[in-house]
């Protein structure tokens, strides 16, 4: 075990989505990340992922390239996206009350059109993260099983990288507060 190694239990309930981030982890941390993800379960053992990670020059880049797509309108979605297929019920009202908390946390105005546009861009600049993990998916089938497990991959990722992050728990907290007073 490396000595930054976390108890599961304080890694799993670590773990969140940032959107802001502290100092990277070093690349030996990055492979071990990589290592870690690539014990994931798969369907046939088929390990359906694959995996490019971007840092630096090519980077910068890379998102320099999103953001001209995106105000040309050069971009198509390879998944669906409405609000109306969760139906009516817990989940369309977890969808809402997820919406309202990020809202609030980030100050913006729902009526502010030009805010919440730029706020969206944020993903396209990768929220400031310094190295950034393309998922890539072949087409099997209906896409069931492989989308299960690059979701199996992804979460081994999520949990090796923060059990890496050597940070005190209110490190987030304070980023946070710092950002969105
Ligand atoms: C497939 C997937 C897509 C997501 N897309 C976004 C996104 O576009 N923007 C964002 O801010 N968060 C995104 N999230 C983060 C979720 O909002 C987050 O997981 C959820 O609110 C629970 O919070 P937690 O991850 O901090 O526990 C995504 C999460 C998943 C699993």
Redesign the pocket.
């Known amino acids: 075990m490396p000595p930054t190694a976390m108890p599961f239990t304080d890694v799993v309930r670590a773990?969140?989505?940032?959107?802001n981030f502290l100092p990277p982890l070093s690349p030996s941390d990055i492979r071990g990340v990589l290592e870690d993800a690539q014990r994931a379960p798969s369907n046939c053992d088929t390990q359906p992922w694959t995996v490019h990670v971007v840092s630096g020059a090519t980077r910068d880049g890379l998102s320099k390239e999103i953001r001209k797509a995106d105000d040309e309108g050069r971009f198509s979605y390879d998944f669906t996206f409405d609000y109306a297929d969760f139906g009516e019920g817990i989940h369309l009202d977890r969808a809402h009350h997820?919406a309202a908390?990020?809202t609030q946390a980030t100050g913006l105005k729902r009526e502010d059109r030009t805010a919440r546009k730029a706020a969206a861009r944020?993903?396209l600049m990768f929220?400031g993260a310094p190295h950034v993990a393309f998922l890539f998916m072949p087409a099997f089938g209906d896409g069931v099983r492989a989308a299960g497990d690059i979701?199996m991959y992804?979460q081994n990722f999520l949990l090796s990288g923060r059990s890496r992050v050597r940070r005190r728990p209110d490190d987030h907290a304070r980023l946070l507060r710092r950002h969105h007073p």
């Open positions: 773990r969140r989505s940032v959107r997820h908390t990020l944020e993903g929220f979701g992804g």
